[in-house]
């Protein structure tokens, strides 16, 4: 049976702009310009004979018509997806690729992950350290990352989201400051840094007190290495594992996701 031609860049640009409700925000996702967006949204409305969008005092609103295509549009999507994970995947069941900060690793992610091939012999896995790597670029199974929700990724909190203040036995009475973690009000960063991974190496080291993620320290603190001096208290950022729904979906990533988040 021959098959229709579908504009298939235009319908990924549609999706973007109904998701956004935004030309602006579509474009900046697609990493093109808004009037590239505003040709092609013209260009499917001509192709399919109606209108998707109208102009309100509010601002863009899908019509009808664009919402009676738009789930079956995106499930679409999500089987194109699927089919190139599942060609990209073949027969590496066994193997995953994660990306998780370098300190998260060594702290937690190592010591499960050797427990999950205690029970999974043959597992392999590629690790990278760039947390924020492209899915798709990197052949990317599951990202950890420290954010405030999943975004437009399916995800789960490794443990709730708190924060402490260590400092390691005897260390100077100074504030160790990294990105991401806001200092009390007049305090001063004697000591900054740029992540949480060196915050943690100069906690440790007694260069002073830091506030951090409480699952990022937890076994320091076990191990007496560091010390709680307020907390923990409920926190904005959380350790989340995510991943884009078709990798999800597979078998391998829900096995893995079950286990580190028993």
């Given at each position: 049976?021959?098959?229709?031609?579908?504009?298939?860049?235009?319908?990924?640009?549609?999706?973007?702009?109904?998701?956004?409700?935004?030309?602006?925000?579509?474009?900046?996702?697609?990493?093109?310009?808004?009037?590239?967006v505003?040709?092609?949204?013209?260009?499917?409305?001509?192709?399919?004979?109606?209108?998707?969008?109208?102009?309100t005092?509010?601002?863009?609103?899908?019509?009808?018509?664009?919402?009676?295509?738009?789930?079956?549009l995106?499930?679409?999507?999500?089987?194109f997806?699927?089919?190139?994970?599942?060609?990209?995947?073949?027969?590496?069941?066994?193997?995953?690729?994660?990306?998780?900060?370098?300190?998260?690793?060594?702290?937690?992610?190592?010591?499960?992950?050797?427990?999950?091939?205690?029970?999974?012999?043959?597992?392999?896995?590629?690790?990278?350290?760039?947390?924020?790597?492209?899915?798709?670029?990197?052949?990317?199974?599951?990202?950890?990352?420290?954010?405030?929700?999943?975004?437009?990724?399916?995800?789960?909190?490794?443990?709730?989201?708190?924060?402490?203040?260590?400092?390691?036995?005897?260390?100077?009475?100074?504030?160790?400051?990294?990105?991401?973690?806001?200092?009390?009000?007049?305090?001063?960063?004697?000591?900054?840094?740029?992540?949480?991974?060196?915050?943690?190496?100069?906690?440790?080291?007694?260069?002073?007190?830091?506030?951090?993620?409480?699952?990022?320290?937890?076994?320091?603190i076990?191990?007496?290495?560091?010390?709680?001096?307020?907390?923990?208290?409920?926190?904005r950022?959380?350790?989340?594992?995510?991943?884009?729904?078709?990798?999800?979906?597979?078998?391998?990533?829900?096995?893995?996701?079950?286990?580190?988040t028993?």
């Open positions: 049976m021959k098959r229709t031609h579908l504009p298939l860049n235009a319908l990924r640009v549609f999706d973007a702009a109904a998701r956004h409700l935004s030309f602006t925000r579509a474009a900046d996702e697609l990493a093109v310009t808004p009037a590239a505003g040709q092609q949204i013209r260009a499917l409305e001509d192709h399919l004979g109606t209108v998707l969008f109208r102009r005092s509010k601002g863009l609103e899908l019509t009808d018509e664009a919402l009676a295509g738009l789930d079956a995106r499930e679409g999507f999500l089987k997806e699927e089919s190139v994970q599942a060609m990209q995947a073949g027969q590496a069941s066994d193997r995953y690729t994660i990306a998780a900060p370098r300190e998260f690793y060594a702290q937690w992610l190592s010591h499960r992950l050797a427990k999950f091939v205690e029970g999974n012999p043959g597992v392999r896995f590629q690790l990278i350290a760039d947390e924020n790597a492209d899915f798709t670029e990197t052949n990317l199974d599951v990202a950890i990352r420290l954010v405030d929700g999943p975004g437009d990724l399916e995800g789960v909190e490794l443990a709730p989201a708190r924060r402490v203040v260590v400092a390691a036995p005897g260390a100077a009475d100074q504030w160790i400051q990294w990105p991401g973690a806001p200092l009390p009000d007049g305090a001063e960063g004697m000591v900054q840094v740029a992540n949480p991974g060196q915050a943690l190496s100069s906690a440790i080291a007694g260069l002073g007190k830091a506030v951090m993620p409480y699952l990022l320290v937890e076994e320091a076990e191990a007496g290495r560091l010390e709680v001096l307020e907390g923990p208290d409920e926190g950022r959380a350790y989340w594992l995510v991943a884009p729904l078709p990798q999800w979906r597979q078998k391998k990533v829900k096995s893995l996701v079950a286990f580190l028993a």
